[in-house]
């Protein structure tokens, strides 16, 4: 879902910034960003990776802090001028007049996840799944082997925090700003929809020029994330499954290259194809799901790996298994894929699990199946490895230094 939601995005992107209204042509610009940002993975693996990801971050961070203050220039004041004209600019749009609410209520809580108990637990879940999900997905851990020491990693991981918290907190800024300089019938009509309120909201404050410069510096981020995604599938692909499960750790390195590069081919084809059928679909929501399914089939057994000595074999994989195929299940149930306008499926109903976002049940799932797994089968008898794990994950002592591949 990750990998679908950066290239929809990039799709959205690219049809906005060269004004493809034509279904074909944002289909065949989906199928270039793919083509390029695999090359670009072959070509420049995990260390091209990290420097791409270095320079976007200082990009995007910078990008947004100057679109947020000439967003608040352009409003005429702070964030009460900004609110206020965000609600006038609402009042007199054609998408409100279509819809069964007054212009204000864009203020209040609830208008999307308030109107009854299931669209309030479905705020609840979405949330667990957002403040859960960071921990377990495979590209994020992945950036702890790029550093030379555990102090280090914990350092970054400090940094990272703290940048991606106000990264977060300034997008609520542009989302207003979108709202009430754009508006909502803009937004909603072109390329993209919804994913096109930034760039378009570039447009609006400096013209063409610092839209491209924003839509560039969107487009080196979704590069750097599909790359970090690409990267950790394929050396998982070519390590643990090839190498450890088919070859019994024999494969040569030479081999284990190859499937990786095969696994990178296979992914760019496989994402292209699904990210143009989630060309309609809003990319934040299709993130969250990716949350969801990396909350459920992963933190949990990292949990219990980190701070239960008991924990064995059989229940890291009923967890896994049980986290990922109970979270699919549950989206492929949800509203998220049928019974909606605004559904991945609109012209189908499927759906009769209630929640579109499944981390409220598929977490708890997945943390129940990991303690019945152990408490239920033999125990590994472990436990010195289990101590060691404990004094290396609390000191960083004899953590080993990366790999240069």
Known sequence: FYLVAQMAGAGSLVSVL??????????????????????YVLIGGMKGTTYV?????????????????????????????????AVETHRNSAFLAERAYEAEDIMKPGLKYGSDIW??????????SLLFGVGGLPHVL???YTVPTAVEARRSVTWAIVIIGSFYLMTLVLGYGAAALVGPDIIVDAPGGANAAAPLLALELMGPIFMAVVAAVAFATVLAVVAGLTITASASVAHDIYDAVLRDGEASEESQVRISRITVIVLGIASVILGILAMEQNVAFLVSLAFAIAAS???PTILYSLYWRKFNTTGAIASMYTGLIGSLLLIFFSPAVSGTESSMVPGADWAI????????????????????????????NLDHLAAEMEVRSMTGVGVEAPVDH
Do not use: E, H
């Open 119 to 128: 669209t309030q637990l479905d705020f609840i879940s979405l949330g667990v």
């Open 297 to 299: 089939a992963n933190l």
């Open 142 to 144: 992945m950036r702890f």
């Open 18 to 39: 060269l004004g493809l209204d034509q279904k074909v042509w944002q289909y065949i610009t989906v199928g270039i960003v793919g083509a390029v940002m695999t090359a």
């Open 53 to 85: 990801q270095m320079i976007k971050a200082v990009l995007l961070v910078t990008a947004v802090v100057v679109m947020i203050i000439l967003t608040f220039i352009a409003a005429g004041g702070g964030f009460t001028t900004l609110f206020d004209q």
């Open 353 to 380: 699990f209630p929640l579109t976002s499944p981390g409220l049940v598929s977490i708890p799932l997945a943390f129940l199946a990991g303690y019945l797994g152990t408490v239920l089968s033999k125990p590994d």
